[in-house]
Every structure is written in structure tokens, then in C-alpha cells.
């Protein structure tokens, strides 16, 4: 009876210990007794968190600003960055942009004419991509825009669209001379030759006499020089340009002018009724002016015909940025394929991704477009550090030039002194 009395007692002292020891269950469970909380679970650490603000210098017309700030105002949203977005005044060359960065008023990102980039960052007031960029540049962007990009063996700007020159022409303007369009040096002797002998088209050129890359461009063709030379010997007149020179000093009243009496619109208007051949702009000049009339020509490089500058603008990271990091996010957003597309489709300007090329449809890009473009393949033009300042000397005395001012003999003597 004893013996069994403390085998009771036993169960009794163990039920006891078992309830009082903590249990895994109670540990998760709230106490309304003792009003406990129950253990949190850990938070994310991946929660975002805000880039802080950047400031962000631009150099647009007024209706390019617009839709800028509209894109800007959507990448802002998503990556959680503040941007201060600023347009220069029109009037700002490169060199009053420069000397606003020497005494310190620099902002986060600057978008850069691409042939000003050597000469910011050989000045040192740009970083180099690889400091803020995570992406890759090399293979993925057109060569002709990130050449302009290169220097001392760095990539300086991230490209955001490309402008390249084009030729707008009038098929029937061609079929009244008795030619096709010229590939080469003596195709476009040849359509001199008969233009002079005709009397349909006062005019067998057009561009805006203050536009040097249009005039270079010009000169490229009538000489059939696809490979440019060297930026140090960019403006040294060889003798086929003194050949094609004198040439266009026999054209000149043959030779219109996008800002001349006539007017840009009314130069247009010629070119649309065959009293102009052909017109050497911009290509995104001539998407705002699309006309059943004409046609857009971009010379392939694997063939004989000149070459024609490639215009376009980039976004270069200030060297005393504070906040690298949201610089790049931002630039990397701006750049991307989505925007790319959308800029193409507001402002015309050509996307820089060679993968927008490569799609299906091409993405609606203009069929005009040869591969030897979107391939890289050619020598790749020139732009080095000192192309913004020659090429204001050289927009001065080739606007003299056309107007008559500067004869033939002082043209090329001031262009060998360069």
C-alpha cells in the first residue's frame, strides 16, 4: 500500500515538472496572462530606400525639355531619386559650359554634344563610366556613337541618342538630270556635270551655310572620303577637297541656305517641287519634315560613297558629383532600352542599342538605316579633345566661304593654319 502510495505521488511530481518546463509551443504563442508578445519575424533588409537628389544640366529645345522632364518624372518615381532638371540657355557653346564647371558650378550629369566629351573629360571634369556605370557599353551601343565617347583609354559619357547627317533627295530631280543617286567621286562629278547643263533646279544643294559638320559632310561626298583623317588633320585641305572646293565656289548660287532669304520652309517647299536636288541635314531635321516627294539616304560605308558625320548627345557624370551612385542609377534608367524607344517616338532622334536594330521590325526604326552603321564596320569618325574649338573656327570660315566673303585661295590658306 506504501509501495504504491509513492508511485502515485511520482505521477503527480512529473505531471507537475512537465507543465511548469517552457515549451517550444509556448514560446510562439501570446500569454494572455502575462500579456507576452510573441517573437517578430525578421524584416526584409532589402526594403528600398531613397537615392537622394542629383541635379541633371541639359541643353534641349523647348518641346524636347518637355518630354525630358515627362521621362524623367517616371524614372524618378520608380528608382526612388530626386532630380533637379535644368536646361541651358541656347546661347551656352561648350566653351562658356566649360568655364561655368572651372570656377565650380557643376552639377550631378550633364548631356554633352558627343564631340565635347574629349575635351571635358582631358580637362578632368567628367568620371570615367566605369566609376558609376554597371552596365556594359562595349558591344552593346553603336561604335560611332562611343567612339566619340573614348578617351585615354576610357569611356567617359554614357550615349543617349544619335543624330547622324543625312542626304535628302527628290527621285524626280535625279530623273531630269539623267543620273541615280551618287556612290562615289565620279558619280557625283558626273551629276555636277549634268546639273550644269540643265535648267529645271536652281538649286543642287541645300544646307544651312553655319552648319560646318553639314559642310564637312558635304566635302566627304564630293571627294568619296569614307575613312576621315585623324582629328589632328581633320580640317588640312588634301587636294581633292581644294578640287571639290573650287567646285562649290562655281556652285555657290546654286547652293541654298536653310537660313537664308527663303527661309527654312521655303527651302523645304523647293526641295519638295524638285527646285532643289538634294539638302544635307540632320537626320532628325528631316524626320519633322516627312514628305511623299523626297527620300533619306545615309551612305553605307562598305560602298564608295563619303562619309557623313554622326551627331548625337551623351550623359557624362560630373568629376565632383556627391552622389555617384544615384548618378548612375538615373543615367543607367534614362538610357535604357524602354526610354530609348520612347524618346525615338516623341523626338525622332535614333536610338544608340544595337539590339533595337537587331528586333523584329526593327522597332520601327527608318529602313534608310545601313547595317555598316548599326555594325560599326569603317574607320570610326574623329573626336578628339580639340574638335569643339576647330570646329567653331571652321563653322566661321566656311559660313564666309558660302556667303562669298572668303574666295577660294584665303579659304584653304586659313584652313592649312588650323
Do not use: C
Not at 511520482?10 to 502575462?34: G, Q, V
Amino acid at each position: 500500500m506504501k509501495r504504491k502510495n509513492h508511485w502515485v505521488l511520482f505521477a503527480i511530481l512529473l505531471l507537475a515538472l512537465i507543465n511548469l518546463s517552457p515549451s517550444e509551443t509556448s514560446t510562439l504563442t501570446r500569454s494572455e496572462d502575462y500579456d507576452e508578445a510573441e517573437p517578430v519575424a525578421p524584416q526584409n533588409q532589402e526594403t528600398e530606400q531613397d537615392l537622394g537628389t542629383i541635379s541633371v544640366a541639359v541643353q534641349l529645345p523647348e518641346d524636347e525639355f518637355l518630354r525630358l522632364q515627362q521621362i524623367n518624372e517616371k524614372v524618378m518615381d520608380e528608382y526612388r531619386v530626386q532630380v533637379e532638371l535644368t536646361n541651358l540657355p541656347p546661347e551656352d557653346n561648350e566653351a562658356s559650359i566649360r568655364q561655368k564647371l572651372a570656377l565650380g558650378d557643376s552639377p550631378d550629369i550633364l548631356l554633352l554634344n558627343n564631340a565635347w566629351i574629349r575635351r571635358f573629360a582631358s580637362a578632368g571634369y567628367l568620371l570615367p563610366t566605369e566609376s558609376y556605370y554597371s552596365g556594359s557599353l562595349s558591344g552593346e551601343v553603336l561604335s560611332a556613337s562611343l567612339n566619340q565617347s573614348e578617351w585615354n583609354g576610357y569611356i567617359w559619357a554614357v550615349p543617349m541618342d544619335a543624330d547622324p547627317y543625312v542626304l535628302i533627295y527628290n527621285p524626280e530631280s535625279l530623273k531630269k538630270l539623267g543620273t541615280e543617286l551618287p556612290a562615289s567621286k565620279n558619280a557625283w562629278q558626273d551629276l555636277i556635270a549634268a546639273f550644269k547643263k540643265q535648267q529645271s533646279s536652281p538649286y543642287i544643294f541645300a544646307l544651312d551655310y553655319r552648319d560646318p559638320y553639314a559642310f564637312m559632310s558635304l566635302l566627304w561626298q564630293l571627294t568619296g572620303q569614307a575613312k576621315p583623317a585623324e582629328a589632328t588633320s581633320l580640317f588640312k585641305p588634301t587636294e581633292d577637297v581644294k578640287a571639290a572646293v573650287e567646285q562649290l565656289d562655281e556652285l555657290r548660287p546654286n547652293i541654298a541656305d536653310f537660313l537664308g532669304a527663303e527661309g527654312e520652309e521655303g527651302i523645304w517647299n523647293k526641295l519638295y517641287n524638285g527646285e532643289a536636288v538634294f539638302a544635307l541635314v540632320k537626320w532628325s531635321d528631316a524626320a519633322s519634315h516627312p514628305h511623299a516627294n523626297i527620300r533619306v539616304v545615309y551612305p553605307d560605308r562598305e560602298s564608295q560613297a563619303g562619309a557623313m558625320w554622326i551627331g548625337g548627345r551623351s550623359y557624362a557624370v560630373s568629376a565632383r558629383s556627391d552622389n555617384t551612385e544615384a548618378a548612375g542609377v538615373w543615367t543607367s534608367a534614362m538610357t535604357s532600352q524602354l526610354q530609348q524607344r520612347t524618346w525615338y517616338d516623341e523626338t525622332g532622334y535614333l536610338p544608340v542599342l544595337k539590339t533595337m536594330y537587331y528586333q523584329a521590325a526593327r522597332n520601327g526604326l527608318p529602313s534608310w538605316i545601313p547595317a555598316s552603321l548599326v555594325n560599326g564596320k569603317g574607320t570610326p569618325l574623329p573626336a578628339g579633345a580639340g574638335i569643339p574649338s576647330s570646329m567653331e573656327k571652321y563653322a566661321q570660315l566656311s559660313s564666309a566661304f558660302l556667303n562669298g566673303e572668303l574666295g577660294v585661295k584665303p579659304y584653304l590658306e586659313r584652313l592649312n593654319e588650323m
